[in-house]
């Protein structure tokens, strides 16, 4: 064992582990250099582009991501193979054998190739778009990312999906054309019907001109329903996307205030205590 010991060159050894060592610095600084410049003038590019032609800011921000993930991919294959052949390894043998897990890829592992195929049509048909409201696999969110692999949908909760494309069969978006604000709101059988929806429709008017985001109406469109102790008034409105739910509750706060104004009921539940007096006799 002392002898093995003492025949092996420690110093070419030492010598050679402190070459790899440096050179696997020496290509780890020049990465980082390559990765933050690329996607610096990948960023400014896309940024260029949005503000001379005449594209959506949704697509340029889901091509500029997906342009991001392609280079990062690309940049990273080409670190691992530069520090393969450090080691003295065949980079030819690597590339071949890349090949070979490409073809085992597409025998075997279907969902991925799925993935991709379905992601590369979405991205060509322009199904969606970075910042889109969609409805996707059962899931309300705003994109956020569009990958040849995954795509990545924040729910209004916060909860960030990454969902396979390859379960987008059915896909609605909700970002396409205006939006529609709904209210019902409710006055009492006691009421008269025609002066409430002339009270509605001028507090809905007054709202329309403080607005701009409300594109159309908003509109009462008269009885929709009849409920136990109340009569139910409908009131729609086109606004612009991602805005309704900010319109429905500017219309709710405006449309009770003018029902109070003009001593309107809205019926709630009423709660009546019944004591019994007790008579000493």
């Not at 050179?23 to 600084?29: D, E, H, P, T, V």
Request: charge should be negative.
């Amino acid at each position: 064992m002392q002898a093995w010991i003492d025949s092996v060159n420690w110093t070419e050894i030492g010598t050679k582990a402190l070459t790899v060592a440096l050179q696997l610095i020496a290509i780890l600084i020049i990465f980082f250099i390559i990765r933050a410049v690329g996607r610096s003038f990948i960023s400014k590019s896309f940024s260029k582009m949005s503000d001379q032609r005449n594209i959506s800011h949704g697509r340029v921000k889901t091509l500029e991501r997906l342009s991001l993930n392609i280079f990062s991919y690309v940049l990273l294959f080409i670190l691992i193979t530069i520090i393969v052949g450090i080691f003295e390894y065949d980079v030819t043998a690597l590339i071949a054998g890349a090949g070979i897990v490409g073809l085992a890829i597409g025998f075997g592992a279907q969902g991925l190739v799925s993935d991709v195929v379905t992601g590369f049509f979405i991205l060509l048909e322009r199904q969606i778009e970075v910042d889109e409201y969609i409805t996707v696999a059962g899931i309300d969110g705003v994109v956020e990312e569009v990958g040849l692999r995954t795509t990545v949908i924040r729910g209004f909760d916060g909860t960030v999906h990454f969902i396979p494309n390859r379960e987008i069969g059915s896909l609605s978006n909700h970002s396409r054309s205006n939006m529609r604000a709904l209210v019902d709101i409710s006055i009492s059988y006691e009421d008269n019907i025609d002066q409430a929806i002339a009270v509605l429709q001028k507090a809905c008017d007054e709202a329309a001109l403080e607005d701009d985001v409300i594109k159309e109406g908003p509109h009462v469109i008269g009885v929709q329903n009849f409920g136990d102790s109340d009569v139910v008034i409908r009131v729609i409105a086109q606004t612009a996307n991602m805005e309704q739910w900010a319109v429905e509750r500017k219309l709710r706060k405006a449309m009770k205030e003018a029902l109070d104004a003009n001593n309107i009921e809205i019926p709630y539940p009423h709660q009546v205590n019944l004591t019994k007096e007790s008579s000493a006799g």
